[in-house]
């Protein structure tokens, strides 16, 4: 059976930016993991039993990044599923996107990440090395600005 892990992917929009470049002030929150090869990635997780896969989702945000879900936006409409080998066993990954109500929020990273970064769109697929992650970014982006 596949190991399942959810996820949110977590963006920020910056009130500095002229309303004609909305899409220029989003970031993207990305994580650098302690462990392994030190990935970047959104905060995500294993299902704990009992639990499902939005509650997951929001519970991991909290314990890698210190956001709790009051301080999140669930933006309606956006959900993706990757499914990729990890050591040999299939990992099914869902993802939704949430927004920080307050852009200046504190990330408060857990003993599982070493760095944070805010990222706009291009540094964000350069520093997630995993093309169904690039593309997943890139997908959340031409979402939101197709809401705008």
Known sequence: MAVRACGLIIFRRLQSA???KVTDSIEY???QTSYGTHHWTPPKGHVDPGEDDLQTAFRETQEEAGL???QLTLIEGYKKELHYPVRGKP????YWLAEVKDCNTAIKLSEEHQAFQWLKLEDACKFAEYEDMQATLK???QFLCSKE
Not at 91 to 94: G, H, M, Q, R, S
């Open 91 to 94: 990992k099914t990954v869902i």
């Open 139 to 141: 997908e959340v982006h």
């Open 68 to 70: 709790q879900a009051s």
């Open 29 to 31: 929150l990305l994580l």
């Open 18 to 20: 002229p309303p004609s």
